[in-house]
Every structure is written in C-alpha cells, then in structure tokens.
C-alpha cells in the first residue's frame, strides 16, 4: 500500500510539493511551539504557533500574535519558515542538487516545476542557478540599504541590532511576506521614503516571477553577442535585427504589472485623500509616498504604514481585488496571478468583439490555457467566497472584513483590518488551510492540469445550451 502511494505521489508532482510544505508547517510549528521560542515562560500556544508557522511558510504574514512575543529563537525559527517557504522547498532540493551533483534528475526537475512553474523541463538547471544568485543579490543588497535607514534614522539602539532587524526585512520584503518585528508593522516609517521606497521596490522585484528574470538575462547575453558578430559583406543586418524576441509571457507579465502598479496607489489616493485615518493629516509628499507603499504592497507583500482597520470600505474593497490578483507567476506571491487576470480579460473583450479566437500581442491564445486560466479563477473565487460566508457564520464578521480577510489569506498577503486575533480556533484552522492553498493553488492546479492532459480517441456530438 506504501509503495502503491509513493509512486502515485511521484506520478503527479504538485502533490508532492503540498505534501512538502505541510511537512514544513508542521516542523515550524513543532519548533515554535517550544518554550525558548517565546519570551514568557509559558510559550506559545498550539493554536498560535500553527497560525504562524504556515502564515511564515506560505509568505502571506497573518498574525494571531504580537511577533514581539517570540524570543529570538522563534524569530529565527520565521525566517527560515519565510525564506524556505518563499524560495520553494523543491526548489531549494534542486539547487542542492544542482551544486553537488551538477545536474537534476528528471523527477526533481519535475517537482521543481510544480513549484516554479518552469516552462521547459531541459532549461531548469540554468533557471535553479539564476534564482539563487537573484535572492542572495537582492536580499542582500536591500540589506544593506535597510541597514544603512535604519541606523540613520536611530531606529534601533545600535549597529548590531540595526543589522538584524535589515536582514529580517530584507528577506520578508524580497519574499513578499509581510512579517515584521515591529508591533505597528512598518507605520513608524510613515514619513521616512528611505525606508519604505527600497520595501516596495523589493517586492516589487520578488513578485515578478523567476521566469521573467531568466528571459532578461537571456536577452542581455544574447545581445552581446549578436553585437561581437560581424555582419557579411553586403548585409545591411545589424545587431538590433538579430535581437531576440520578448516572450509572450513576459510581455502580459510586464505590462499588467505596470497596470496595476499605476490602478492600485491612484485608487488609495483618491479614496484615502481625506482619511483622517490614514492618509488625512499627511502632507502632501508623504501621501503621495504612502499611497504609492499602500497600492502596490496590495498586490502580495502585506506591509502597511498606515492604520488598515480605519480604511474605508471602498478602498477595502479595491485592496481585496489586487490581493486577489496578486503578483507574477513563479515568484514569491499568490493570487490568481496577473497573467491569468490578463487572460481572462482578453477573453471577455475578444467575446465583446465577436472575435473567433482570443489574441494578444499579435499571438493567439490556446483553448487549453484559456480553460486553465478560467479553472483557476473560478477555483479561485469559490475558496474566497466560502472562506468568507464561513467567517460571517461562525465568527460573527461583517461582509468587509471576512472578505478581506479571506481574500488576504488566498492571496498569501497578510494584510488585515484588525480581526485575525479575535478568530475561533475553527476559523484559524480554516484560514490556515486557505493559506495554504494559495501559496500551491494556482500554480499546483496548473501542473495537475498540464500532467493529466490527455486526448480521447472520440468526440461526443455538439450541442449549445443557452448562455446569458
């Protein structure tokens, strides 16, 4: 019976990779629950320390707790649960693999796919080798310029304190994770751009997805070397005509990025101008800072500077949709990702058009993808609406806040409206798995679909019922 399972489990490798982050979140919340991991004698409880160990694990940054409570221990404890869990389990065997053995078996590669959504299984070592140096690059370096504010700005008691506490955020912002160790998360550095900048430009930076970087890399490589070769006799070539061409992928990827990166702060903006919560009694530059922080920190990374709980309804409600979408896949973000929102907007407006088939960029769209992309959104929507209506019944909460919350937590974002801490056991554990199911969903259900693709040798006859 064993073995019948394991090779099952081997036959479909996204359920391989759920199976590996739930062994995380049970070892996470194993060393969590041990009393050096908290500061008070009594320790964390059970209850608190599943809630953290797969909000850590699947980098979406809900609390039930003050992070204050955890020793430093238990803070170490969340940064390898964040670090492990942003980069990929599978992803870090790989690249163990990779540096050890020099290259990846066929299996670890497959299982590597279900967690990175590589494209090409025979192009994984190169893309394994470009995520690592991309991580330590980034983490590190953000590091260094957290370091450099906080130090400046005395916001910790000295340098050594300082280092930590730019490591910490470093690895929760590139990660898009949301976690902080302070209690008001990052509202102290409301007025300090020179912090909360180098925070949105690192998760910006993680949540646009492994695949998009290798492309660049490739670009780049390929133009020096289209720029040594020289032309034959009589050509009139020259090194931009034998430029490689963006992918389709990177083209949707970047450009509903941008999108959102411009809809999302213009809508905190204009709903939060006169907040006395939140924006209202800012100046004029740091609402334009703020509302830049608070607009794109939406998408997946779950930082705020400014109060949630006091938000308005409007913009709770716009905030729920970019943590719906989140960021790029096969980065650090959940969601249904931009590139399945992209989709499905091309689908309605080719629809609207009359259009037989869906283009974008001047390249057609498979039916198979477009299926996959309306699977996943309409999976999507029915774990966020249960979620909800349960949290309404069982918890007590109005419509704004058990939405948000759900979709917060399906979103892997960690934004909350104040209501985390005051959930029943049941609603934790709900939240938990709902947590858990958006940090593999989107990309697990994709790998799922593709492993069990298959062709009938018939087709039944057609026939249209009525739609609309």
Not at 209 to 220: A, D, H, M, Q, S
Not at 241 to 251: G, I
Request: charged content about 15%.
């Amino acid at each position: 019976m064993l073995r019948a399972g394991m090779h099952r489990l081997a036959k479909n490798p996204a359920q391989l990779v759920l199976l590996s982050f739930a062994a995380l979140i049970a070892a996470g919340t194993g060393l969590l629950s041990l009393p050096v991991a908290a500061d008070g004698a009594m320790g964390v409880g059970t209850e608190d320390a599943l809630f953290l160990s797969t909000s850590a694990t699947t980098v979406t940054g809900l609390s039930t707790i003050d992070i204050g409570e955890f020793s430093l221990f238990g803070e170490l404890v969340l940064l390898t649960l964040i670090q492990v869990g942003g980069f990929g389990i599978m992803t870090i065997g790989s690249v163990v693999a990779l540096l050890t053995f020099q290259r990846v078996g066929l299996r670890q590669r497959m299982l590597a796919q279900a967690e990175i959504g590589a494209i090409d299984l025979g192009e994984l070592s190169g893309l394994l080798g470009v995520i690592f140096r991309i991580t330590v690059a980034v983490e590190g370096s953000l590091a260094v310029v957290l370091f450099a504010g906080l130090w400046r700005g005395g916001y910790e008691d000295g340098p050594f304190e300082a280092a930590y506490s730019a490591i910490f955020h470093s690895v929760a912002t590139f990660n898009n994770a949301g976690i902080s160790l302070y209690s008001d998360n990052l509202a102290g550095f409301v007025g300090d751009p020179l912090v909360t900048i180098p925070v949105t430009i690192g998760f910006i930076v993680g949540g646009l997805g492994f695949p998009l970087y290798v492309e660049f890399i490739r670009r780049w490589k390929h133009s020096r070397l289209a720029r040594r070769i020289v032309p034959a006799a009589g050509s009139s070539e020259t090194a931009s005509d034998r430029s490689r061409p963006w992918s389709l992928h990177a083209r949707i990827t970047v450009s509903a990025t941008l999108v959102l990166l411009v809809a999302g702060p213009l809508m905190v903006l204009a709903f939060e101008w006169g907040n006395p919560g939140t924006l209202g009694t800012l100046g004029w530059g740091d609402k334009l800072v703020n509302a830049w922080f608070q607009g794109v920190t939406s998408r997946t990374a779950g930082f705020n500077t400014v109060d949630i709980g006091a938000m308005n309804e409007t913009t709770l409600l716009g905030t729920s949709i970019l943590m719906f979408i989140g960021a790029g896949p096969a980065s650090t973000s959940g969601g249904i990702k931009v590139t399945t929102f992209a989709v499905l907007a091309c689908v309605i407006w080719a629809e609207v058009r009359g259009e037989r088939d869906v283009n974008v960029f001047r390249r057609r769209l498979p039916t198979s993808m477009i299926r996959q992309a309306v699977a996943i959104a309409l999976l999507s929507v029915g774990f966020v609406v249960a979620t909800s209506l349960f949290l309404m019944a069982n918890d007590g909460l109005m419509l704004t806040d058990a939405l948000f919350e759900s979709s917060s937590a399906f979103g892997t974002v960690g934004l909350s409206t104040g209501v985390t801490g005051s959930i029943s056991a049941a609603g934790h554990l709900l939240l938990v798995a709902v947590m858990l199911c958006g940090r593999v969903g989107p990309l697990t259900f994709a790998t799922a679909f593709a492993l069990r693709d298959r062709s009938r040798l018939y087709r039944h006859a057609e026939e249209r019922p009525i739609i609309g």
